[in-house]
């Protein structure tokens, strides 16, 4: 297939560019770099059955070849981020996802799209479920993040029911693994980072919150999954073995062998206390379920940054 990947630059993008690629589909990766690194696509660029296209998805675009596949990954996805750049974010979600249906339909093309677990927001029910319809404060901090790709997944499903096309919606939960950026305020990152640097390890709240991380790698083997499968409506992604973030802590302590201390800062608002996927329906219906446990993605992650963030 031809594969339009929009944040085909990006740290989940990239990963999956690579295992389309190397499934021996012909990639076209489109990224404006607002929060993607080139140097996670640099290895591809020499690669015959990868391009590049340079372009804000917020704007339309006409592309001349066939195109098989849109796969809609493209948006701002760091907390860091929904502070300084929330406009950028909330038109990435809408407009952006409006105008890779429009070429989708235009093509013919199924089209995926990268939703997010923030669409349950501060769950009252935990794990959760594809059924939950969330609980999220529409006007606060994160809003312009978990509104957008709730906006996303219902015009992804409009376009399906109006217009008869393939769609498909993936919520992502917690993913970490290589490539992920050093400054983008998320836990392991973070973690990782401050360990490494032998800074004090910054956990807000009290760190009893709790969060479920899935391995790159795991994580875009369900979306590959579910690119081939039949399923229209959303399915949730994400490893179900769930820890606190003050276990997460000690975790990226002890594996690196930092003498990082653990200090505690005030929680951020609408910060969720839980975050645990029901993953029954993508064991079930795309025969997937995550293999990487927690330390072994660690370890890989840690060396990654060793080699190529803390030379």
């Not at 690579?18 to 990766?29: A, E, N, W």
């Not at 376009?159 to 392991?188: E, L, Q, S």
């Not at 009290?206 to 409506?233: A, P």
């Not at 293999?291 to 963030?309: N, P």
Request: proline letters at 5%.
């Amino acid at each position: 297939m031809n594969v339009l990947v929009t944040g085909g630059a990006g740290f989940i993008g990239s990963h999956l560019c690579d295992l389309l690629i190397k499934k021996g589909h012909y990639v076209i990766c489109m990224d404006n770099f607002l929060s993607s690194r080139k140097e996670n696509i640099s290895h591809l660029e020499k690669n015959k059955n990868f391009e590049l296209i340079v372009h804000d998805v917020t704007k339309p675009i006409k592309i001349g070849k066939k195109i098989d596949y849109v796969l809609h990954l493209a948006s701002p996805a760091s907390p860091v981020d929904f502070d300084k750049i929330p406009i950028q974010i909330a038109k990435v979600g809408s407009l952006g996802t409006h105008n890779m249906l429009g070429l989708a339909k235009l093509k013919n093309a199924k089209f995926l799209f990268a939703s997010t677990s923030e669409v349950y927001g501060d769950p009252d029910i935990n794990p959760q479920p594809e059924s939950y319809w969330g609980n999220v404060n529409p006007i606060g901090v994160r809003s312009c993040y978990d509104e957008s790709k709730r906006f996303g997944e219902a015009i992804t499903m409009a376009y399906h029911r109006k217009h008869k096309i393939d769609t498909k919606i993936v919520r992502i939960f917690n993913t970490y693994g290589p490539r992920m950026r050093a400054d983008d305020g998320r836990a392991v990152p973070t973690f990782i980072s401050q360990a490494l640097k032998g800074e004090d390890i910054t956990i807000f709240g009290d760190g009893k919150q709790t969060r479920s991380f899935c391995y790159v790698s795991d994580e875009i083997d369900g979306i590959y999954k579910l690119m081939g499968s039949k399923i229209n409506e959303p399915v949730n992604i994400g490893n179900p073995d769930e820890f606190t973030i003050l276990e997460l802590a000690e975790k990226i302590v002890k594996l690196t062998g930092s003498k990082s201390k653990i200090v505690f800062k005030k929680l951020p608002q609408d910060d969720p206390k839980q975050r645990r996927p029901d993953i029954t329906k993508a064991k079930k219906e795309l025969k997937w379920n995550p293999s990487i446990r927690v330390d072994e993605g660690l370890k890989k992650t840690i060396e990654w940054f060793k080699q190529y963030v803390y030379k």
